[in-house]
T-cell receptor, first 110, second 115 residues
Framework: SQQGEEDPQALSIQEGENATMNCSYKTSINNLQWYRQNSGRGLVHLILIRSNEREKHSGRLRVTLDTSKKSSSLLITASRAADTASYFCATGTSGSRLTFGEGTQLTVNP | DAGVIQSPRHEVTEMGQEVTLRCKPISGHDYLFWYRQTMMRGLELLIYFNNNVPIDDSGMPEDRFSAKMPNASFSTLKIQPSEPRDSAVYFC?????????????FGSGTQLSVL
């Protein structure tokens, strides 16, 4: 079964708006990562947050992690049409495994 | 850096045929992962290697699947015999992991269709 579950499954917004995606997981983690996948392409790493961190920023991306609730959120500010893609959270647990969630399909309308 | 290179980009084959997918990881990366992506099951980890040694193959669906990494710059995933339910996108990814789940670099994937 998937370790991470993203919410919502699909999100459609207008250019310039903010997009928020959530990820919940079940077991203790070493870190949590977010990836983006454009249609027909491989996944691209966006940001990594460690279990002892609560918030991290990278450009227009902001990630939060709440280990007590076993949840994370990805915020994309001032979205652009080019942000249209699927976004996946991935949890790093024991060893070197990374387990991916089912993804959120984001559509940014121009 | 050329990134992770996978070949072929697309593969169409008939049921029962042998399929071999290839991957060249990023130079210097010591971990290599094979994932499979389908609409029904999402991204599934099939197997991963560390320093060319298979570490965890618990995700390999059945004996029809096998993976090798003869050296640090090449890995193969073989399906023999192939079945229609094997149709999926197969991704290879590599990382310089140091055992702390560091970020993965993905190839562009192989779209496999088994007729």
């Amino acid at each position: 079964s998937q370790q991470g579950e993203e919410d919502p499954q699909a999100l459609s917004i207008q250019e310039g708006e903010n997009a928020t995606m959530n990820c919940s997981y079940k077991t203790s983690i070493n870190n949590l990562q977010w990836y983006r996948q454009n249609s027909g392409r491989g996944l691209v790493h966006l940001i990594l947050i460690r279990s002892n961190e609560r918030e991290k920023h990278s450009g227009r991306l902001r990630v939060t992690l709440d280990t007590s609730k076993k949840s994370s959120s990805l915020l994309i500010t001032a979205s652009r049409a080019a942000d249209t893609a699927s976004y996946f959270c991935a949890t790093g647990t024991s060893g070197s495994r990374l387990t991916f969630g089912e993804g959120t399909q984001l559509t940014v309308n121009p | 850096d050329a990134g992770v290179i996978q070949s072929p980009r697309h593969e169409v084959t008939e049921m029962g045929q042998e399929v071999t997918l290839r991957c060249k990881p990023i130079s210097g990366h010591d971990y290599l992962f094979w994932y499979r992506q389908t609409m029904m099951r999402g991204l599934e980890l099939l197997i991963y290697f560390n320093n060319n040694v298979p570490i965890d193959d618990s995700g390999m669906p059945e004996d029809r699947f096998s993976a090798k990494m003869p050296n640090a710059s090449f890995s193969t995933l073989k399906i023999q015999p192939s079945e229609p339910r094997d149709s999926a996108v197969y991704f290879c990814a590599s990382s310089h992991n140091r055992g702390r789940n560091e970020k993965l670099f993905f190839g562009s994937g192989t779209q496999l269709s088994v007729l």
